[in-house]
T-cell receptor, first 110, second 118 residues
C-alpha cells in the first residue's frame, strides 16, 4: 500500500524563523513529489513540483528537496511570516493518482 | 499556472435531493480529472478518476451510482451527488492534470465546493 506520512502534524513558530516540514513515502517508484498549501476552507495551491529526476526545486523563500532512495522530501521555508500560516500537504505522483499525506498545520506567530 | 474552477463554491441542500458540481479547466485541456473529498481536519481522499469520453474509475468504497461523474469534454467534468444525505456533507475538490506526451505532470486543483446536506 502506498503511504505518505508528514511530520510534524502541527507546528508553531515565531515570525522570522526558518523551518523544515518533512514528508516520507513508502514507494520509491515515484514520478514526482508535489507540495501544496491549503488555507482553511479553501482549495489547494501548488507550491513546488519535483520530478523524479530532480533533487530539489526552489521558489522564493521555499525550497523542496527529494531523496528517492530514502523515500523522503522536505519543504524548507526561510524567514517565515504570519502569512505562511496554513496546512502544507505533500503528495506523491506515480502511475496512479496522487497520494496525499495528512498535512502539517503551520502557525507563524507575529 | 493553469487554472481550474469549480461551481458552485458552496451549496446547502435538503436530504434526498441531488447536487451537481462542475469542474472546469480554464486554459488547458485535461483528458483526466480527479474528484476528491475532504472531511474536517483530514487529508484529501480520492473518490474517482474521470477520463474524457469514457467511464470514470472509482476508488474502493465509493458508490458509483451515488456519485455520478461525467467528463463530456476536455475542459469539463461534473460530479452529481444523488439522493444526498447529511453524511455526504463534505468539501469536494477536483483537479485536472495537464498531461504532456504521456508523462505525468503537475495537477492543478480547483477551489473546492462545500456541500452541506440538511
Amino acid at each position: 500500500k502506498q503511504e505518505v506520512t508528514q511530520i510534524p502534524a502541527a507546528l508553531s513558530v515565531p515570525e522570522g524563523e526558518n523551518l523544515v516540514l518533512n514528508c516520507s513515502f513508502t514507494d520509491s517508484a515515484i514520478y514526482n513529489l508535489q507540495w501544496f498549501r491549503q488555507d482553511p476552507g479553501k482549495g489547494l495551491t501548488s507550491l513546488l513540483l519535483i520530478q523524479s529526476s530532480q533533487r530539489e526545486q526552489t521558489s522564493g523563500r521555499l525550497n523542496a528537496s527529494l531523496d528517492k532512495s530514502s523515500g523522503r522530501s522536505t519543504l524548507y521555508i526561510a524567514a517565515s511570516q504570519p502569512g505562511d500560516s496554513a496546512t502544507y500537504l505533500c503528495a506523491r505522483g506515480g502511475n496512479t493518482p496522487l497520494v496525499f499525506g495528512k498535512g502539517t498545520r503551520l502557525s507563524v506567530i507575529a | 499556472g493553469a487554472v481550474v474552477s469549480q461551481h458552485p463554491s458552496w451549496v446547502i441542500c435538503k436530504s434526498g435531493t441531488s447536487v451537481k458540481i462542475e469542474c472546469r479547466s480554464l486554459d488547458f485541456q485535461a483528458t483526466t480529472m480527479f474528484w476528491y473529498r475532504q472531511f474536517p481536519k483530514q487529508s484529501l481522499m480520492l473518490m474517482a478518476t474521470s477520463n474524457e469520453g469514457s467511464k470514470a474509475t472509482y476508488e474502493q468504497g465509493v458508490e458509483k451510482d451515488k456519485f455520478l461523474i461525467n467528463h463530456a469534454s476536455l475542459t469539463l467534468s461534473t460530479l452529481t451527488v444523488t439522493s444526498a444525505h447529511p453524511e455526504d456533507s463534505s468539501f469536494y475538490i477536483c483537479s485536472a492534470r495537464d498531461q504532456v506526451s504521456g508523462s505525468y505532470n503537475e495537477q492543478f486543483f480547483g477551489p473546492g465546493t462545500r456541500l452541506t446536506v440538511l
